[in-house]
């Protein structure tokens, strides 16, 4: 068991405390004051700051209250518990406190006192907070980040309740100044980490940050890469969970899109609901997933390479039903894919930018409307409308959209070479995409982790990656956490 | 923090080295072996292996005393002068090591892939990728091929075990029939494409745990051995040893002709040829990179004051520039190609043997040394854009041919007929007429000149007929191709296994290896519908005349090609016989050569005897059923007697291909026949000898 801390009636031993546990923590709020009707009474104060409303609460009324007494009369009534609110509680040492204070409410010490009160108030933010709008999933939480970082951060914290979760402050931007905090475990993430993060930030000078995708885009090593090397998330429970994998979170205000990093191309393809769903349906949807992000890239080139070079890979049958499907299109078959590719990504784009109800009439009138005229006038094929759908349905199952979109682009250069180089090509393109891939690294961590390189954590990543083990299965951190700390899970049974 | 750049795993050290030994040698080994060794090629891979593990063995002694790379090392060996000389001779390994795979890269592709495009662009191409794949230092190849290693050796295994479907046992024998000569080439080509695991001496620097490369090299050259093994007794049972010494890239072909049972796609070889995609490229990358920082080191010395990153990218420019004209000797003299292959014989690969052993003696391994030599020295003493679109072509399901002497242009007088490609790959079936069947130089050139358009599928389907244009024509009524309807046939109706139809494979390989006779379907017009009555035979290359679908049928039956085998005896008894694993034996009996057929089958009466045997069953005695069984199998023994030794004895056809197994069941006489094949029917007699395991009787 853990060694505890008494609270002393030494008001400055149990600040220095609560000091000791909370350091760096710079979204908790720490204040000195004095009460009683004479100012003698020392007094700390302190709260997670967006969970307490000091304007209006029961806490101010509390402490216009004490600040009517005197010093014996404040004793009595804190342990009379003559406070007049009907929850207050009592903790005798430190650590409780601390946990206390992590609910979101209020804690009060005072000189003289053995006893901190908890107080309570609004707690964390959870009014205003909405669902998030991409990274759905089936079972677990829908809360969304909002686009205030000391929100964020309490959502993090209210998943992840512990004192060694600690919040750096920033300020990036030299006009906007806009903060920015690092969210992260202390124990399990590397110092190294912090500390290269920090760097990066350093090293540039912006005039303002008014979003994470700024950040992401001058820390990034290779900023010429279509893969994100920051992976980003709209899901606080997915921050914490990357938390507790000892990763790091970039939050900055005025956006709700939270970065996380280190990252590999195996966390983008992962979702929150992998680890709430048995073991079996998240293997079977990752691969799925993993397939997808193939497909995405790569089906339209595939098409034009089989029904342009390799006919002889097709059964007879559908080889003519593909022939006569083009019959009577007037362009070549890559004109053709890309015309559809070109008006699917339009009619993407413009359902982004259109409101909501709108954008629903929008994939009717091109799904249905355009695409059945465009068949019907024999300008595109209906087998390319198959093969542009799949290859859309596919993009849309790449859980995070940052890493969609490279998939999306690359696309355009698979169906290029393709044409041009049939199969050949094809495998020119993807060895050009391996290579790549396996040039990148995220922080040090090597991008395709854990295909390659996962001696680094004893083999252990493998154990979730394209399948994912029973949870009970997965007790090691993956590579992102420090080497000597990364037992997550004991079965004590 | 986490990974220390410019280090690589021994799980990466294993892969990179097994994609190293992998591409070329599963190209270019299946057919020297083919040629040299033939069906003893399997030993000669066994003692390539040996050999090659043994001079492992010898690498790995080197390893305590190599501190830093084996530049240094062979710097700090043999002195300054003597280090530059060896490394300059290394670097010289390497480029032309480069360009040659560069060069089969490009033509494997051309032939493979690209028939139509530039060799000078494809090239540019790989070696621009090989650059790319440079860039990233030896951490960025030894991902690409720790995460490729399993997506590409498991559709490889997935192939090989398809594979065996198709693979004739008999193709294996006799063993030990090769002359020393040929197994001690054999040995040294595979040890020679093997050898280049002395690459592993190259990886010290890069390996975080200097003691697992040479665990990893020693799995690989397992690994690859192994695979070896299996892919050669593949290629070999499906085409035949004298047809296997004749081809290009013999696995690339056998990926053509497999199809993977249930599967969707019609053919997979273009899919496959990623094997080779990734396992060339990893040689061609690891040569050029190997080359490119021996290059730097040398020009260290030359230009000390040049910063090392800029001396390292003017290195990978000029060996990548040399790789580039290398290949491109190669594709413009033949000359280039046979001073290339006597260099790598007598000086490339003996270089690269004796340095490390050399070292090894002044570090005075003589244990290792003396073994090596012992086991690998016999090995080295006896070694002397984008086609047409798809609604602009043609897809022939089937085609006549008449005339032997019109083949050539008519192929070109087709095509320029009408405004579309042709394009063959969807041929089903090639109806020839008799005419050219029955004349065996009409036939041979045939062959030759159908071998020349290499984009006619192997797995083509041949049949014979009176008149091939009247055959095609038949589509017309029948609703639907000639071509797709026999292939229906062959392949899903008929009670016939598909691979006992001659396909244009079968005929190429059978030109050369000339073991087996073969029946093709004699395609005839009834009723509006092409019906096969008989068939044309081929007797080992040979045109044998024609016999009837009944002898035919037999003969499937006879070479467990046979679903089921219904047969009528002459008592009327109506006999259906399947699941065969029928075996042949050769004896001699009072001076009379036996071909000993050993029917092993299931058996069940059809028709109205089904029920009298049912009611038999119920009624009769085990000793009366015993009787019932004997009696039934003798009458089929006897019909199968009277007609397989009719055949033989009145057409000279052995209905039993017995030929063929001749080499694995009958060592004396087969040596005997290779001499006078054409005696081997006279001097046979056929016994069948019939075992049935009956169902309802």
Redesign the interface.
């Given at each position: 068991m853990a060694k505890k801390t008494a609270i002393s009636k030494n008001l400055s031993e149990n600040i220095a405390h609560m000091e000791e546990l909370f350091h760096t923590c710079d979204d908790i709020k720490k204040k000195q004051m004095n009460i009683g009707k004479d100012g003698d009474v020392a007094c700390y104060l302190t709260f997670i700051e967006v969970a307490v409303d000091m304007g209006n609460s029961a806490l101010l009324e509390l402490l216009k209250y004490l600040r009517g007494l005197s010093r014996e009369e404040i004793y009595e009534a804190l342990s009379s518990n003559a406070l007049a609110i009907s929850d207050a509680t009592y903790f005798t040492t430190i650590e409780e406190a601390g946990d206390g204070l992590l609910t979101g409410e209020a804690i009060l010490f005072v000189d003289g006192f053995d006893q901190a009160v908890k107080i309570p108030d609004d707690g964390y933010p959870n009014m205003g907070v909405n669902e998030a709008d991409s990274e759905k999933v089936v079972r677990g939480s829908n809360e969304g980040f909002t686009d205030s970082v000391k929100q964020n951060a309490a959502l993090i914290r209210k998943r992840v309740r512990s004192p060694q979760v600690k919040v750096r402050e920033r300020k990036l931007g030299v006009r906007s100044k806009t903060n920015v905090y690092l969210v992260y475990m202390e124990g399990l993430a590397?110092p190294?980490?912090l500390k290269?993060i920090e760097k990066r930030l350093d090293g540039f000078e912006i005039d303002g940050v008014l979003d994470s995708g700024v950040i992401e885009q001058l820390s990034e090593e290779k900023w010429y890469s279509p893969f994100p090397q920051f992976q980003t998330t709209e899901r606080p429970d997915r921050a914490a969970m990357s938390i507790l994998e000892g990763r790091v979170i970039l939050l900055s205000d005025n956006s709700p899109v939270a970065l996380i990093l280190?990252t590999d191309y195996d966390s983008f393809i992962k979702t929150s609901d992998d680890y709430y769903n048995r073991w079996e349906i998240a293997s079977f949807e990752r691969i799925l997933r993993y397939a997808a992000s193939f497909f995405a890239m790569t089906l339209p080139g595939i098409y034009l390479?089989?029904?342009?070079?390799?006919?002889?890979?097709?059964?007879?049958t559908l080889?003519?039903s593909?022939?006569d499907a083009?019959?009577?299109?007037p362009f070549?078959?890559?004109i053709e894919v890309l015309i559809m590719e070109l008006s699917f990504e339009l009619l993407r784009e413009a359902g982004v930018r259109l409101p909501g109800a709108m954008a629903n009439t929008i994939g009717i009138v091109g799904g249905l409307i355009i695409g059945q005229a465009a068949v019907e006038a024999n300008l595109v094929s209906p087998i390319v409308v198959i093969v542009i759908s799949f290859t859309a349905l596919c993009s849309f199952a790449i859980p995070n959209e940052e890493f969609a979109t490279a998939f999306r682009l690359l696309k355009f250069f698979f169906i290029g070479i393709c044409?041009?180089?049939?199969?050949?090509g094809f495998?020119?393109g993807l060895?050009?995409v391996?290579?790549?891939l396996?040039?990148l690294?995220s922080?040090?961590?090597?991008y395709?982790m854990p295909?390659?390189?996962?001696?680094?954590n004893d083999y252990e990543d493998e154990r979730d990656f394209l399948w994912r083990q029973p949870l009970r299965l997965l007790w090691k951190r993956p590579?992102f956490a420090r080497k000597n700390n990364r037992r997550k899970l004991r079965i004590k049974r | 923090m986490f990974s220390e750049n410019n280090k690589i795993s021994g799980r990466q050290t294993f892969r990179l080295l097994t994609y190293d030994l992998l591409g070329l040698s599963t190209l270019l080994v299946p057919t020297v072996l083919g040629r040299t060794a033939a069906r003893d090629g399997i030993f000669a891979i066994a003692i390539g292996v040996g050999a090659a593990w043994l001079y492992l063995k010898v690498l790995k002694s080197l390893a305590p005393g190599m501190g830093g790379s084996y530049a240094q090392y062979l710097e700090q060996r043999l002195g300054k002068a003597g280090g530059a000389l060896i490394q300059t001779g290394y670097l010289l390994y390497f480029v032309l090591l480069a360009g040659y795979t560069a060069y089969l890269f490009a033509d494997v592709v051309l032939q493979e892939l690209l028939r139509e495009e530039s060799f000078y662009l494809v090239l540019l191409i790989l070696l621009l990728l090989a650059a790319y794949g440079l860039w990233g230092g030896i951490e960025g190849r030894a991902r690409i091929y720790e995460m490729l290693f399993w997506f590409l050796l498991i559709p490889l295994f997935l192939m090989l075990f398809s594979a065996v479907d198709g693979v004739q046992t008999d193709y294996w024998t006799p063993v030990f029939s090769a002359d020393f000569a040929g197994i001690a080439e054999g040995s040294y080509y595979v040890f020679l494409c093997l050898s280049v695991i002395f690459l592993s001496l190259f990886l010290g620097e890069y390996v975080e745990k200097k003691e697992s490369i040479f665990r990893a090299a020693s799995g690989a050259l397992l690994l690859v051995g192994g695979i070896h093994a299996v892919l050669y007794l593949i290629l070999l049972g499906s085409f035949g040893a004298d047809a296997l010494g004749t081809m290009d890239y013999p696995a690339v072909t056998l990926m053509s002709t497999v199809q993977i049972t249930g599967g969707f796609l019609k053919r997979t070889d273009a899919f496959m040829f990623g094997i080779w995609f990734f396992t060339l490229y990893a040689l061609l990358n690891s040569c050029c990179f190997y080359g490119s920082s021996l290059l730097s080191g040398i020009l260290g010395g030359v230009m000390p004051k040049t910063e090392e990153k800029a001396r390292k990218r003017w290195a990978m420019g000029a060996v990548l520039v040399a790789v580039f004209a290398v290949s491109c000797c190669f594709y413009k003299s033949r000359a280039c190609f046979v001073w290339y292959e006597w260099f790598l014989w007598h000086i490339a690969t003996p270089f690269v043997v004796i340095v490390p052993l050399i070292l090894a003696i002044g570090r005075r391994q003589k244990r290792v040394l003396a073994l090596a030599l012992c086991l690998a020295a016999p090995c080295l003493v006896c070694a002397g854009c984008a086609t047409a679109e798809l609604e602009d072509r043609n897809f022939p399901i089937e085609l006549a041919v008449e005339n032997t002497d019109a083949i050539g242009t008519a192929f070109g007088e087709a095509e320029g007929d009408g405004n579309r490609v042709l394009d063959y790959s969807h041929l089903k079936v090639m109806v020839i007429h008799r005419d050219i069947v029955e004349n065996k130089e009409a036939m041979q050139k045939l062959l030759d000149l159908l071998e020349e358009k290499r984009e006619l599928p192997r797995n083509t389907y041949i049949v014979a007929a009176d008149d091939p244009e009247k055959i095609l024509a038949l589509s017309d009524g029948l609703g639907e191709s000639v071509g797709n309807y026999l292939e229906e046939q062959f392949e899903n109706v008929s009670q016939i296994k598909k691979q006992a139809y001659p396909t244009l494979g079968t005929l190429y390989q059978e030109r050369i290896n000339q073991t087996e006779t073969l029946y093709i379907p004699y395609v005839d017009d009834e009723d509006g519908k092409p019906v096969v009555r008989q068939y044309y035979v081929l007797k080992r290359g040979e045109p044998a005349g024609t016999v009837g679908g009944d002898a035919a049928v037999l003969a499937f039956f006879t070479d467990n090609r046979m679903e089921e085998y219904q047969l009528s005896l002459s008592d009327g008894t109506q006999v259906s016989l399947s699941s065969p694993h029928n075996e042949i034996a050769f004896r001699e009996r009072a001076g009379q050569r036996e071909i000993v057929v050993q029917v092993h089958c299931s058996g069940e009466l059809f028709g109205t005897q089904q029920n009298a045997a049912s009611n038999r069953r119920n009624t009769a005695g085990q000793e009366q059923i015993a009787q019932e069984h004997a009696r039934i199998e003798q009458a089929v023994a006897s019909y199968m007697n009277t007609l397989a030794g009719q055949t033989l004895s009145e057409q000279g056809i052995d209905l039993s291909g017995s030929y063929r197994r001749l080499g694995g069941a009958a060592r004396g006489w087969y040596q005997e026949y290779q001499k006078k094949s054409a005696r081997y029917e006279g001097d046979m007699r056929i016994v069948y000898e019939v075992d049935i395991d009956w169902v309802n009787l």
């Open positions: 590397y190294g980490l290269e280190p390479a089989v029904t342009n070079f390799h006919t002889q890979i097709l059964p007879t080889l003519m593909f022939a083009r019959s009577g299109v070549p078959a890559v044409a041009w180089l049939g199969f050949f495998l020119v060895l050009l391996l290579i790549h396996s040039h690294k922080f040090g961590v090597p395709l295909f390659v390189a996962a001696d680094l590579i | -």
